[in-house]
T-cell receptor, first 111, second 113 residues
Framework: SQQGEEDPQALSIQEGENATMNCSYK?????LQWYRQNSGRGLVHLIL?????REKHSGRLRVTLDTSKKSSSLLITASRAADTASYFC????????????FGKGTMLLVS | NAGVTQTPKFQVLKTGQSMTLQCAQD?????MSWYRQDPGMGLRLIHY???????DQGEVPNGYNVSRSTTEDFPLRLLSAAPSQTSVYFC????????????FGSGTRLTVV
């Protein structure tokens, strides 16, 4: 079953604007990760936030995590055409072995 | 280049045929996983391994078999291909202990006719 659910499913913005994607999950986690997938390509790891962290930055990316609401958001500032891709959140559980459970993704179009 | 290598990139099979999707990584990662990606479904875990000789089932294991005889290789076998197995397959690896991002291969696009 899917753990994460991204919102919105699709997002279309102009270059220079900020893009915000949200992710909700169902069970306790060790960490939450965001990945980017360009059309027809593999997934690329963007950023990881641990369950005891609330906010993390990496370049133009800002991730927040609210474990009480079981939700996360990914903000991409000053979007570029090259940011056009699908973005997935993935959760890593806090019991047993390390596996990732993915959401269905948000398709971002920057034009 | 260090990373995860998947072969083949494309494959067409007839129903009932068997085949092996290859996955190799050169980063000495303990954890390796196979996912399938279908339109509108995101990625779903098929099988995973936490080290040589140790494998376990994921969310959608039926019709697939894996083994892990070395740290580097984690092949995925389709025993008797069915049209429902038409998908894009991704192999991924990560270091032990969790809390690290996964490195993904470029995928194998499989069509079963």
């Amino acid at each position: 079953s899917q753990q994460g659910e991204e919102d919105p499913q699709a997002l279309s913005i102009q270059e220079g604007e900020n893009a915000t994607m949200n992710c909700s999950y169902k069970t306790s986690i060790n960490n939450l990760q965001w990945y980017r997938q360009n059309s027809g390509r593999g997934l690329v790891h963007l950023i990881l936030i641990r369950s005891n962290e609330r906010e993390k930055h990496s370049g133009r990316l800002r991730v927040t995590l609210d474990t009480s609401k079981k939700s996360s958001s990914l903000l991409i500032t000053a979007s570029r055409a090259a940011d056009t891709a699908s973005y997935f959140c993935a959760t890593e559980g806090n019991s047993g072995y390390s596996t990732l459970t993915f959401g269905k993704g948000t398709m971002l179009l920057v034009s | 280049n260090a990373g995860v290598t998947q072969t083949p990139k494309f494959q067409v099979l007839k129903t009932g045929q068997s085949m092996t999707l290859q996955c190799a990584q050169d980063m000495n990662h303990e954890y390796m996983s196979w996912y399938r990606q279908d339109p509108g479904m995101g990625l779903r875990l098929i099988h995973y391994s936490v080290g040589a000789g140790i494998t376990d089932q994921g969310e959608v294991p039926n019709g697939y078999n894996v083994s892990r005889s070395t740290t580097e290789d984690f092949p995925l076998r389709l025993l008797s291909a069915a049209p429902s197995q038409t998908s894009v397959y991704f192999c991924a690896s990560s270091t032990q202990g969790g809390g690290h991002g996964y490195t993904f291969g470029s995928g194998t696009r499989l069509t079963v006719v």
